[in-house]
């Protein structure tokens, strides 16, 4: 039986809209053009017929989708700042204020002589920021570290994916980094607290890892333990750049307000809640 793209793709928006997915059309066209690895406006004048494998494919992928995996896992990426993200379950998947964060660095630190320095991307998950910033300032070393082994191999597939070196380390905080120093630090960091992720929406506390979203009782274990521990590995002037939970500017602030820490700004994303912080030491 012939399956023509156009009418399995009309029947998949078709089964997404039957169990209640708001986007049905557009999410079946993503789902589908991903699965064919080409491009959706390609797939709008497709007019070959699909494969029995593929077609099952397909319509598994709508099944975990009516499920409630996130589309993105679904998919198994994300575009990110020029940038194709590979993700799974051991993953963070990657937002836009994520991608906002990146681009902000990379326009603070494209005017300086990068030559010779090194960028740690802490936290690393599925390599996004180390990578985005990677290939826009190619001149700069990258580090990037996370504590998790799976989180570590996905980001080394991109990063050899999208063609760029980055040395990481695999192991709690600084703990693998000993004997290294930094003049960048990038982060996203878990910053939810207990009581806020158990408010979650499903998609998120069951397809995305805990341990990339949890951040203690407060939410700010990440933040207080970097104050206490960040000193040794840092180059004088160095530079570091956070992405923080939207009601967290006032405590980050203050974390950081006393000497050698200096310059702490908390800056907006593009619904105007607190999302970044940025600051310098002496």
Request: a negative charge; hydrophobic letters at 40%.
């Amino acid at each position: 039986m012939a399956r023509k793209v156009q009418a399995v793709k009309q029947s998949g928006a078709a089964y997404l809209k039957n169990h209640g997915v708001v986007n049905s059309a557009a999410e079946a066209s993503q789902i589908l053009s991903s699965l064919l690895n080409v491009s959706e406006q390609s797939l709008f004048f497709a007019s070959d017929s699909l494969s029995d494998s593929v077609y099952e494919e397909f319509f598994q992928r709508l099944t975990r989708r009516i499920a409630g995996e996130p589309l993105q896992q679904v998919i198994g990426y994300v575009d990110f700042l020029d940038c194709r993200i590979k993700i799974n379950r051991s993953v963070l998947i990657p937002r836009q204020e994520t991608e906002i964060l990146a681009d902000l660095v990379v326009r603070r630190l494209r005017p300086l002589s990068l030559e010779g320095k090194t960028l740690l991307d802490l936290c690393t998950g599925s390599g996004c920021l180390a990578i985005a910033i990677k290939k826009k300032l190619p001149e700069v070393r990258v580090v990037a570290a996370d504590i998790s082994l799976e989180a570590l191999d996905m980001a080394r597939m991109n990063a050899e994916e999208n063609g760029v070196r980055i040395d990481f380390f695999q192991g709690d905080f600084f703990e693998p980094l000993r004997g290294e120093k930094f003049d960048f630090v990038v982060s996203n960091p878990p910053y939810i607290s207990k009581l806020d992720y158990q408010e979650l929406d499903a998609q998120v506390s069951l397809y995305e890892p805990k341990g990339a979203l949890l951040a203690g009782e407060t939410g700010m274990e990440f933040y207080e333990r970097f104050e206490r521990e960040a000193l040794r590995y840092l180059n004088p002037t160095a530079r570091v750049f956070f992405e923080i939970g939207f009601d967290q500017g006032k405590a980050i602030a203050a974390l950081f307000s006393k000497s050698p820490w200096k310059k702490g700004v908390v800056e907006k994303d593009f619904a105007s809640h607190d999302r970044f912080f940025s600051l310098e030491i002496e």
